[in-house]
């Protein structure tokens, strides 16, 4: 016993001695920048930073704390932003916008791991402090994940430990402060191979400068934070500033190179998107992100666009276009059955809603990962796969085992008699007949909901919809509500149907977790906004993150979007595929575009160069 224990020993010792510090790490494979990078392949390193930026946005704010429940979406932007860059809180590691999952040093100056990936240590960056000049270290990483953990939100407060059937569910066995200024976390058995790199992403806050029993209250009190700026000046409710920090710490390291480029930083907010974009013509924001396609064709016909002071873009991301659509929530029990949710998926008109709101623009969805190599539309389930679903392979029609279902292409009327008669059919299987001219379960009750909407876009959608299932005698009606009724009722799941997108990449992982596992379908201010809990997604969830190979990956991932379309959680709408936005020309912006597409924290103010 004592030679297989000295063995077993020297193997410990010999996998430690293994995990050499590493300045990046990725997924799948390596990161594609070597040690000696010099910066990103899709900034301008030689960029004169100075200048300004005004971006606008619609809503308000009353936080500046986003990782807790109450701040989770009326926070300022920029605080914690990865469109406009994390402004004031970081990481112990930045993802790269042109590598599927790929993560550079940031307050972690290198990081060790082994290949079975039970443990990761980060090692501070000695040079890396907060804004009143205080090192970052080791003991504010470890606070950071605690305090999360006990007082943050969903995703934030399932780091370390989550709860199980038979109790708590262990990601970190042990978090400890190593040497002087690192820190190894030690995975248990709830952890899984992504679960590195998400601790490598998660804000990491300054243990000084908090506290822990006021932390998951809304204030607006100035905090401290290790960012590239600080704030200068909020009007609550209304605007944010940021001035650049002159003492950034990490301004000369490789990761951000080429990035932070404006001497100040404004977000201003409107209570309708209209307003916004009267304040873009006037030149009072300075960029205008677009989504709606009739909007994007007729409403440029101002001076500054006809005389080129104000430029339209179009980029074209190499991403998976993701879903946008109306949400059952399953928790309803009239939606509990598929059926039901089938029918009313069928009953929805998508080609009279493309050509009537949208002038035609847009394509419709067809799956989670379309357009990618990692969807079930258009590619066919392989042996890997069918293997990975095993008897859950049952619950998929064969079409969409083939890849060539899709949905029903309608006559545009809004009233196709066909697919009408189809979802009749189906609500017939689930009980339902239409008396009186009402769509009526076998009690007699007539079948009726409310969708919740967030913005004209929404609503407008909406009342095409409503129209089409009244065709059917089922009563829908639509409630549009401001932000802070948004959010309490999205955080606690009091809804029926909601309007929802769920961004994908060409990496999903610990993100679905939040979205579709069961376990999250009763924590409130999750994202499981469907209220799923079903284990064989589960399965694929674990899958998916768990694989060591691409093709186990793509395997995974795939038979995780045939269960998500054939569960018909989402009614699905549309994508386009590129993205569209409208700048002023002092707004410069590098050439190349990433894989991720455009990146606003590395443009800069062309006035300043």
Known sequence: MRRIALSLLFLAQCSLAQAEPVHGIAMHGEPALDAGYAHSPYVN?????????????????????????KGMRTTARGIWDPEYGNLFYESLMTRSSDEPFSLYGLLAETVEWDEDRTFIQFNLNPQARWHDGKPVTAEDVIFSFNLLQEKGRPPYSRRLWYPGSDGRVMVVEKMEKVGDNS???????????????????????????????????????????SGPYKIKSIKPGEKITYARDAD???????????????????????????TLFEAFKKGDVDIY??????????????????????????????????????????????????????ALSLALDFEWINKNLYGGAFKRSQSFWQNSALG???????????????????????????????????????????????????????GYTIKGGKMVDASGKALAFEVMTQNADQEKMAIAYQRTLALIGIQMSIRTVDDAQYQARSNSFDYDMI???????????????????????????????????????????????????????????RAYDRLLVAGHYVVPLYHIGEQWLARWKHVGRPEKTPLYGYQLPVWWDARAQ
């Open 248 to 274: 950034y710490w990490g301004r000369d390291i490789p990761s951000k190179i080429g990035f932070d480029n404006y001497d100040e930083i404004s977000v201003t907010y409107f209570l309708q998107d209209s």
């Open 499 to 557: 309007v929802k997108a769920y961004p994908s990449s060409l990496s999903p992982g610990a993100e679905q977790f939040n979205r579709w596992n069961g376990s999250s379908r009763d924590a409130q201010g999750s994202f499981n906004y469907a209220g799923v809990a079903d284990p064989d997604i589960d399965r694929m969830i674990d899958a998916l993150s768990n694989a060591r190979s691409l093709e186990d990956f793509q395997a995974a991932v």
């Open 183 to 225: 820190v190894r976390f030690t995975f248990g058995e709830g952890a899984n191979r992504e679960t590195p790199l998400i601790l490598a992403m998660s804000p990491i806050l300054p243990m000084h400068a908090i506290d822990p029993d006021t932390f998951d209250r809304t204030s607006l009190d100035i905090p401290v934070g």
């Open 289 to 342: 992100p677009e989504g709606d396609s009739g909007h994007w064709a007729r409403a440029y016909d101002f001076p500054a666009a006809s005389n080129g002071d104000v430029v339209k873009e179009v980029f074209k991301p190499g991403l998976p276009s993701g879903m946008l659509g109306f949400v059952f929530n399953t928790r309803r029990p009239i939606f509990a059955d598929p059926k039901v949710r089938e």
């Open 376 to 430: 079930a539309f258009g590619n066919a389930a392989d042996a890997r796969e069918l293997a990975l679903l095993g008897p859950a392979k049952d619950r998929i029609p064969a079409e969409l085992l083939a890849g060539s279902y899709a949905m029903p292409v309608s006559d545009g009327s809004g009233a196709d008699r066909k697919i009408l008669r189809q979802s009749v059919t189906l609500m017939a299987q689930a």
């Open 45 to 69: 390193p030689d960029v004169k930073k100075g200048g300004s930026i005004n971006y606008g946005v619609v809503g308000t704010f009353d936080s500046l704390n986003s990782f807790v429940l």
